[in-house]
């Protein structure tokens, strides 16, 4: 059963960048629509962004839009978020997860993904 992997996340302060990773167990998530949530303290979990099998197309929440960019590695079984300006509104813990039969780019809903990551904390602070 395919797993997933976070890693990336940190403390940065507000205005700075940080890039998750999101490690694939298999080549099973090369053939996957990937999306990254995220939960902050207290809240329940968004959907931010996705790439979506097989065309690649990526869509994004409007909270993060022109901020955050989705893309993937399908050599390294990895997809990665590059997340830019950060304010203290993003602290969060960061998920990706794995859809077997969304094949479309739309702003991810939990309940259409079915493989989940352990989560990484993003906390952004002065």
């Known amino acids: 059963q395919l797993q997933l992997v976070e890693s990336g996340g940190g403390l940065v302060q507000p205005g700075g960048s940080l890039t998750l990773s999101c490690a694939g167990s298999?080549?099973?998530?090369?053939?996957?629509?990937i999306a990254w949530f995220r939960q902050p303290p207290g809240k329940g979990r968004e959907g931010i962004a996705c790439?979506?099998?097989?065309?690649?197309?990526?869509a994004y929440a409007d909270s993060v839009k022109g901020r955050f960019t989705i893309s993937r590695d399908n050599a390294e079984n990895k997809v990665y978020l590059q997340m830019n300006d950060l304010q203290p509104e993003d602290t969060a813990v960061y998920y990706c997860?794995?859809?077997?039969?969304?094949?479309?780019?739309?702003?991810?809903?939990?309940?259409?993904?079915?493989?989940w990551g352990q989560g990484t904390q993003v906390t952004v602070s002065s």
């Open positions: 790439v979506s099998y097989p065309d690649g197309r990526t």
């Open positions: 298999d080549r099973a998530f090369s053939a996957v629509t």
């Open positions: 997860a794995a859809s077997a039969w969304i094949a479309i780019a739309t702003v991810p809903r939990t309940h259409d993904y079915d493989t």
